[in-house]
């Protein structure tokens, strides 16, 4: 019977174990990028215009323009893009090729992707 038990619990615990996600490692994102940045939001006339972007990722870091200030961005190799400047929030993902994310203050916001271009 305490056999019995032990394999319910082991498979119990196997079974678990499955559904709790893997982290998902993808290429190394240094490299030059090139695309487009796309308006969600403009609550102000001041609010930084979309327009064609260009990006290099040395050492998992870019920078990304933010009216007249650069935002430091880290391009993790888990897939996670983020970066900060006081009031801005940048967010976003990186999948092994494209750069895709969201930069917002709160009454302006820009989409933006970026594709690796090149080897």
Request: glycine content about 10%; overall charge positive.
């Amino acid at each position: 019977m305490m056999r019995f038990i032990r394999g319910i619990v082991m498979l119990s615990c196997l079974a678990l174990s499955a559904c709790v996600p893997l982290a998902t490692v993808v290429a190394n994102p240094d490299g030059d990028y090139r695309g487009t940045a796309t308006r969600f939001q403009v609550l102000r006339r001041t609010c930084p215009r979309p327009s064609l972007l260009s990006a290099s990722v040395r050492n998992g870091i870019m920078f990304y323009k933010w009216e007249y200030q650069q935002i430091q961005v880290s391009v993790l190799t888990n897939g996670a893009v983020s970066g900060a400047l006081p009031g801005v929030r940048l967010t976003g993902t990186y999948d092994g090729t494209i750069i895709q994310g969201d930069v917002t203050d709160g009454q302006c916001g820009l989409h933006f992707t970026l594709k690796r271009v090149g080897a």
